[in-house]
């Protein structure tokens, strides 16, 4: 997709978040399918979903308001994808793979589940591998839509698409030899259900990739306050406006992802790897390397206040299958706020907080102003927020809190300025 043809993306219809979040609903248990292309016999069931049970289900997805939201945020972002930002979206999976001795030969002739796709880079990554098909599932029609078309302009055929809930998925037991789950599970309303269904379709022996995000840290604590800054903003308008700044496409996706997403629950590796083990895995160790900006990876050697700033760190996992579930005693925790894991962070996480209430302070008051457009101003600044820390964790070496502590000082003393 050129990037000319960019605008055309979003539809114009606006949703803000307080408006599809107003009411929530069980999530939805029925599903929609098309192929992307003829199916051989083993892959009817992504077509007329008749393998649980002998029934077809129902051709309508019916997805709950924060459901919507999700789909909304992912389709809305990941569509703006043109080829060379692809490549450049897929490239660091490779990299984990590597770096953890992930041989690719896992995926060579296998079958494999793409459990909420996205914009695809995980399916593309194992047909690429080898496998022997690759069913991706999501919620977003678009997203959809928009792997098809990738999927046959690559000439993937393996590739099957389908539009369904991650809650309760088609597919019989023991249905594939890969499940790829990366960064999902945490934005959905039953993260745990979720976790048992992958889990259940997933042969003995299987390899499960699981990616969720690790409590804590400084990142996370920037995140939750860009989301309460912006809990107000219309989601597409800041979609609009985020281009209009020239940010890269990948930069939109990654931080409407983290800002708008209505689920956003972070966790320890103790409560993800006594779950996992429960469910029957082994080998549930936190994989420690990666890009050069992954926490995990920042936190391997790193001094105590490293480890204190970086949290739990990114929590990726390439599991076995080894056996039937023991029980349920120990659930990935989902207590009310639903920020998953309870975690306190280290002191000096906090530090930052002073001159975030000081930026927050100054943007209610600038809107005060008549001639000030405050969602606009509110954008920019949770921008160059977030564009300065995650340049930090991006930068070689311990990340630099007293740097960034003076940024988001001298922030606030500009926005203090224009305000009085």
């Not at 703006?80 to 041989?103: C, G, K, M, Q």
């Not at 995926?107 to 914009?119: E, K, V």
């Not at 690429?128 to 991706?136: D, P």
């Amino acid at each position: 997709m050129a990037d000319h043809d960019l605008l055309a993306c979003s539809s114009a219809h606006k949703t803000s978040l307080s408006a599809a979040t107003a009411h929530t609903h069980p999530p939805s248990l029925l599903t929609s399918a098309e192929p992307c292309f003829t199916l051989s016999p083993d892959r009817v069931e992504a077509r007329q979903i008749t393998e649980r049970g002998g029934n077809t289900v129902d051709e309508q997805t019916v997805l709950s308001d924060k459901e919507k939201l999700t789909a909304l945020v992912y389709g809305d972002t990941f569509s703006l994808y043109d080829d060379h930002a692809f490549d450049e979206f897929v490239r660091p999976l490779y990299r984990r793979l590597d770096a953890n001795s992930i041989p690719r030969s896992t995926f060579h002739s296998a079958r494999c589940l793409d459990a909420g796709c996205g914009g695809g880079r995980g399916s593309v990554l194992m047909a690429e591998c080898g496998a022997r098909e690759v069913v991706a599932v999501d919620l977003s029609e678009k997203n959809v839509a928009c792997l098809r078309q990738r999927a046959r302009a690559r000439g993937l055929s393996t590739i099957t698409c389908l539009r369904n809930s991650l809650m309760d998925l088609p597919f019989r037991d023991d249905a594939f030899d890969v499940v790829w789950c990366n960064g999902v599970l945490h934005h959905t309303a039953d993260p745990d259900r979720g976790l048992r269904e992958i889990t259940r379709v997933l042969k003995p022996g299987g390899r499960l990739w699981l990616y969720l995000y690790g409590a804590g840290g400084v990142y996370w604590r920037v995140i939750y306050w860009i989301r309460e800054t912006l809990s107000r903003a219309d989601l597409r308008r800041t979609i609009y406006q985020l281009r209009l700044m020239g940010m890269p496409v990948r930069r939109i996706a990654e931080w409407i992802d983290d800002w708008f997403v209505p689920y956003l629950r972070t966790y320890t590796a103790d409560d993800v790897t006594s779950r996992l083990a429960e469910l029957g895995h082994q080998h549930t160790d936190p994989l420690a390397y990666g890009m050069g900006y992954d926490t995990s990876q920042r936190k391997v050697g790193a001094d105590a206040t490293e480890q204190e700033l970086m949290g739990e760190g990114d929590l990726r996992f390439f599991c076995v299958k080894a056996g039937p579930s023991s029980g349920h005693q120990s659930p990935l925790p989902d207590p009310p706020g639903g920020h998953g894991s309870a975690y306190q962070d280290a002191p000096c996480v906090a530090r930052a907080d002073k001159p975030l209430r000081r930026i927050a302070a100054a943007l209610t008051a600038l809107e005060t102003h008549a001639d000030t457009d405050p969602q606009a101003y509110r954008v920019l600044v949770c921008r160059l927020v977030h564009e300065r820390v995650r340049g930090l964790l991006e930068t070689d070496g311990p990340l630099d809190l007293p740097a960034y502590i003076d940024y988001l000082s001298r922030l606030a003393d500009l926005l203090d300025e224009m305000a009085s």
